[in-house]
């Protein structure tokens, strides 16, 4: 199997950053909408507008990207980055001035 092989089958995460209109009660509704559209399709919330996702590889990635295209609303701006378990997983996270051990991520199968 060569570099590239390999890659495709790595363990990857999504992150989406958002920042979508509340100006007016539609905005809202459509904010709203979008953030549950994340929940549904299994991303956590990270922040108020940043939510990530594991995926099992390149391909199941792939998939849940085209479906956070279909569920953009007309106005805003939302940003995708993908990560490789390695690079999720250095993440730091700080709840105030005490560090906090992350949430542990799905645990990645070997099948032989």
Same mark, same amino acid.
């Given at each position: 199997?060569?570099? =590239? ?7 990857? @995460?999504?992150?989406?950053?958002f920042d979508l209109p509340t100006e ?27 939510? @990530?996702?594991?995926?099992? =590889? ?51 199968l070997e099948m032989f």
């Amino acid at each position: 199997m060569n570099l =590239s092989t390999l890659n495709q089958y790595r363990v990857m @995460w999504i992150m989406v950053f958002f920042d979508l209109p509340t100006e007016t009660k539609e905005d809202r509704r459509r904010h709203s909408q979008f953030r549950k559209d994340l929940l549904k399709d299994g991303f956590t919330m990270g922040q108020l507008s940043v939510y @990530w996702r594991h995926c099992a =590889s390149k391909e199941n990635m792939e998939v849940h990207i085209e479906r956070v295209k279909n569920f953009l609303q007309p106005n805003g701006k939302v940003c995708i980055l993908h990560l490789t378990d390695k690079q999720f997983s250095a993440m730091q996270i700080f709840y105030g001035k005490k560090d906090k051990v992350p949430p542990v991520g799905p645990v990645q199968l070997e099948m032989f």
